[in-house]
T-cell receptor, first 111, second 113 residues
Framework: RKEVEQDPGPFNVPEGATVAFNCTYSNSASQSFFWYRQDCRKEPKLLMSVYSSGNEDGRFTAQLNRASQYISLLIRDSKLSDSATYLCAVNTRGGADGLTFGKGTHLIIQP | DGGITQSPKYLFRKEGQNVTLSCEQNLNHDAMYWYRQDPGQGLRLIYYSQIVNDFQKGDIAEGYSVSREKKESFPLTVTSAQKNPTAFYLC????????????FGPGTRLTVT
């Protein structure tokens, strides 16, 4: 099993719809979890940190399920500008030792 | 403006040459990282440094070297020993202890022919 896995998509979603995707991780000792957004040929930008109690920022909600070892990202009322690749990142090493990234989920919002 | 800068944005080199990629941050972050990204792939950790004058190998350190002589700077050298150096190289930093969110620079696209 890979350390961090994501469905690569693409997810084709109509504007205004709600979309959700998951990311599974293999190391049960992982402590920190993040979602990044990456536009084509750009650097990843931090979207959300994922806390044990879940985290919400406007239209975006992230949740952690430790029992099943996955994190999720929910986007409500999707906009055309949400089209991007969403990378899941997990601190599998502990401390400030670097993140392990999934390969990303490609999201396309259609008008 | 606070942030992370990487230069150059694009770099072309001939096979067999060493090349050094620059990464500077003015966020006063303790920890810095280097990742590479290949098309359709996630980021893979090359090296990281949690403090000045100290650094550790990541998952794919072979063929690379780094230094951390100043808190603000973490240059990466891609040596001729790296078999597949063409990639998108991303530098990141984080505050360190207790705060592990990483923030990325704009990246350097290296092409070796």
């Amino acid at each position: 099993r890979k350390e961090v896995e994501q469905d690569p998509g693409p997810f084709n979603v109509p504007e205004g719809a709600t979309v959700a995707f998951n990311c599974t991780y293999s190391n049960s000792a992982s402590q920190s979890f993040f979602w990044y957004r990456q536009d084509c040929r750009k650097e990843p930008k931090l979207l959300m940190s994922v806390y044990s109690s879940g985290n919400e920022d406007g239209r975006f909600t992230a949740q952690l399920n430790r029992a099943s070892q996955y994190i999720s990202l929910l986007i409500r009322d999707s906009k055309l500008s949400d089209s991007a690749t969403y990378l899941c990142a997990v601190n599998t090493r502990g401390g400030a030792d670097g993140l392990t990234f999934g390969k990303g989920t490609h999201l396309i919002i259609q008008p | 403006d606070g942030g992370i800068t990487q230069s150059p944005k694009y770099l072309f080199r001939k096979e067999g040459q060493n090349v050094t990629l620059s990464c500077e941050q003015n966020l006063n972050h303790d920890a810095m990282y280097w990742y590479r990204q290949d098309p359709g792939q996630g980021l893979r950790l090359i090296y990281y440094s949690q403090i000045v004058n100290d650094f550790q190998k990541g998952d794919i350190a072979e063929g690379y070297s780094v230094s951390r002589e100043k808190k603000e700077s973490f240059p990466l050298t891609v040596t001729s020993a790296q078999k597949n150096p063409t990639a998108f190289y991303l530098c990141a930093s984080s505050a360190g202890t207790g705060s592990y969110e990483q923030y990325f620079g704009p990246g350097t696209r290296l092409t070796v022919t």
